[in-house]
């Protein structure tokens, strides 16, 4: 998709806002301009086709010369997001599973952001719905619960695979487990592990929710789920209109601003909040009590810089969290200089370039410091079935012999064998890695059994 501007991208994206600034004539000349086809990609990136279709056919049983325009568009939002009917009409059947199971497993857990924001939504208007998030307050809740989900068909993802990291404040453990299904015709679900993770090192704890605040089996409390949906767009250096349409629901309920600025500030977010409120005012028309409302939610900072309307900038995206990642360590982690530009340092070269997972000579897989394991080292855990398929046939297997088990927690055991390290949990086997990196001998060995 290429323009001049990005002003029609904006001027499309009014299909899918609840209250857009944008006018019909502005829509309608944007839509002639990048054309039907483009038009529904940006759509259904922004999260918002439902409500963008509905838009379209509404304009076009107005008539008018735009007519068959809008007609193609919503066939093609149709079409685009077809990908996705299965997994949107799953909704309630996959919560209905997660509320069972989790009460089974006697787990106390919350939904976070579409779940809990879907309610908020005027009748008769439907928010589009990625996967179900779910927070649990700790990494053994979260593989507990996988485990039932694992019992219910899901797998997990070579592209975003588990993982965990250790705070070093606390020396609590946090992380995320996603699964879907092998079809992929039921939402998937992340399972958000402890205090919230922001970019690279950064931690957002949810107050509020794990005082009480929030509604078990239910949402997390109000401010708290504000926070998840800025953190999310700050980790993607992307500001949905989805996004959007939430923040500008959260003004009806008139925010905390002084827990909600706190809570972001620890996480360092505050310039970000101060972003998402500015496209906010860019995008939607306001009443007068959401602008009062607004106003005393943006905070005295400078904000970032704005993100790009059609898509995340990879390099941009680089630098901003570069730059997020040194501030973090100096100020919320108390690192002293030199430790912090090594932080830093780390951050562009996760961010920096691809990463795919490969397999490697043993010699050339860097290990796990399971000793100083912290905010900004992610492990993540492959599993062996995947690993296995990335060994070349004939592959020569390390010694399969294993050595001692220390636990990492309550379901996760660290396993030594004659070639490398193994984590085993809830009856999975993983080749955990920090670089994606992983060692072809221990691979090997452990695809054999």
């Known amino acids: 998709m290429s323009t001049t501007s990005a002003d029609p991208y904006e001027a499309l994206l009014a299909f899918g806002l609840l209250q857009p600034a944008r006018q019909r004539t502005e829509m309608l000349a944007a839509l002639a301009e990048v054309g039907p086809a483009a038009a529904a990609d940006l759509l259904f990136r922004h999260k918002i086709s439902t409500m963008a279709r509905a838009t379209a056919l509404r304009l076009a049983d107005q008539g008018g010369e735009h007519r068959e325009l809008l007609v193609e568009l919503a066939d093609r939002i149709t079409a685009r997001a077809a990908v996705m009917a299965d997994r949107w009409a799953s909704s309630a059947a996959v919560g209905a599973a997660v509320t069972r199971f989790a009460e089974e497993e006697g787990i106390t857990w919350w939904t976070m952001k ?67 299904t092998a079809e992929r015709n039921r939402l998937s679900i992340d399972i958000h592990a402890g205090p919230y993770s922001v970019r690279h090192c950064g931690l957002m704890p949810l107050g509020r929710t794990a005082g009480g605040g929030g509604t078990p089996g239910g949402p997390v409390a109000f401010e708290d789920d504000i926070a998840a949906v800025v953190a999310n767009a700050a980790g993607d250096r992307f500001i949905t209109a989805k996004a959007v349409n939430d923040l500008l629901l959260s003004l009806d309920r008139a925010p905390d601003a002084r827990y909600l600025h706190e809570t972001l500030d620890a996480a360092g977010l505050l310039p970000f909040l101060a972003t998402c409120l500015g496209r906010v005012t860019a995008w939607c028309e306001l009443t007068a009590d959401q602008a009062q409302a607004l106003a005393a939610l943006l905070p005295d900072v400078a904000a970032e810089p704005v993100p790009p309307v059609d898509r995340a900038d990879p390099a941009e995206r680089c630098e901003i969290t570069v730059a997020h990642a040194r501030e973090t360590a100096l100020r919320v982690l108390g690192l002293p200089p030199e430790r912090a530009d090594a932080v830093a340092a780390s951050a562009r070269e996760a961010y920096g370039k691809d990463h795919p997972l490969q397999v490697v000579p043993d010699a050339e897989a860097q290990p796990v410091d399971w000793a100083g394991l912290n905010n900004w080292t992610c492990v993540r855990l492959v599993p062996v079935e995947l690993a296995a398929a990335l060994v070349e046939p004939g592959a020569a297997a390390a010694s399969a012999g294993r050595g001692e088990a220390s636990a990492l927690s309550e379901e996760m055991v660290r396993e030594e064998t004659g070639g490398g390290t193994l984590i085993r949990a809830i009856g999975d086997s993983f080749v955990p890695t920090v670089d994606f990196a992983l060692p072809a001998g221990l691979v090997a060995a452990a695809a054999r059994g």
Request: proline share 4%.
């Open 114 to 180: 579409g779940f809990s924001f879907r309610p908020l939504y005027p009748a008769g208007t439907v928010r589009d719905v990625g996967d179900l998030d779910v927070l649990v307050g700790t990494v053994d809740d979260a593989w507990r619960l996988a485990r039932r989900l694992r019992a219910d068909g899901y797998i997990y993802l070579d592209i975003e695979l588990p993982w965990f990291k250790r705070d070093l404040r606390t020396g609590e453990l946090y992380g995320q487990i996603r699964l879907t």
